[in-house]
């Protein structure tokens, strides 16, 4: 070949490597889209699958929530589930004394606090709380002290444990008329349930 066939063959030699450039930036090009594309479709598929499982969660929540709906609404009716319904705990204790026909009742509530035993109860994501209520009751017979803490457990003004009583016997002064004889000062745990929340979790 001698310089006439070179420059012949300039042309044709530029505008092949101008195709095979392009057509190298075209296959770069396609691969970089196919890839992007590959990218948001699997981001797709993924959404779909979070989506999927958020629904069958919604729907497994709705099941649970349709089967225990009752038991929770009638636990909140007893005070158990939910605020404390601490006027509910007076009316309980008034009506428990009037049927008792006891001599009166005194009263003192403590603050709301973490209730102690909850750990031995594995209550999952639900927390219970006690309020500690201190009482002192006037008896005529010991028997009138039992009589009271069961018709104050009937009146459904919520859940309580009764964490200790002590008696003490009154100085009537030998009189025989109807009147208390004894004392009995006694300490309750009210307790509620609720759902836990991050403050709870912290402390």
């Not at 420059?7 to 044709?12: S, T, W």
């Not at 009638?74 to 939910?82: M, P, T």
């Not at 009316?91 to 005194?106: E, K, M, P, W, Y």
């Not at 009154?170 to 009189?175: A, F, K, N, R, V």
Request: proline share 3%; net charge positive.
């Amino acid at each position: 070949m001698n310089a006439s066939d070179l420059r012949a063959l300039k042309a044709p030699l530029i505008a092949l490597i101008l195709m095979v450039a392009i057509g190298a930036g075209l296959v770069y090009y396609t691969n970089l889209t196919l890839k992007q594309a590959q990218l948001a479709s699997a981001q797709q598929q993924k959404q779909l699958r979070d989506a999927r499982v958020r629904l069958q969660k919604s729907g497994d929540e709705k099941d649970i929530i349709v089967r225990y709906l009752r038991s929770y609404q009638y636990l909140q009716r007893l005070g158990f589930a939910g605020d404390e319904q601490r006027i509910n705990w007076l009316d309980g204790l008034r009506v428990a004394n009037q049927q008792t026909q006891l001599f009166g009742v005194d009263y003192e509530i403590s603050t709301q606090q973490p209730y102690p035993y909850a750990n031995e109860l594995d209550p999952g994501q639900l927390t219970l709380h006690q309020s500690l209520m201190k009482l002192s009751i006037k008896l005529l017979h010991e028997d009138d002290l039992m009589r009271f803490l069961a018709t104050l457990a009937k009146q459904g003004a919520g859940v309580f444990s009764v964490n200790q009583c002590v008696v003490d016997r009154l100085d009537t002064g030998g009189s025989i008329r109807f009147q208390p004889n004894l004392r009995a000062d006694c300490e309750l745990a009210w307790i509620t349930v609720r759902p836990g929340t991050p403050e709870d979790r912290k402390s």
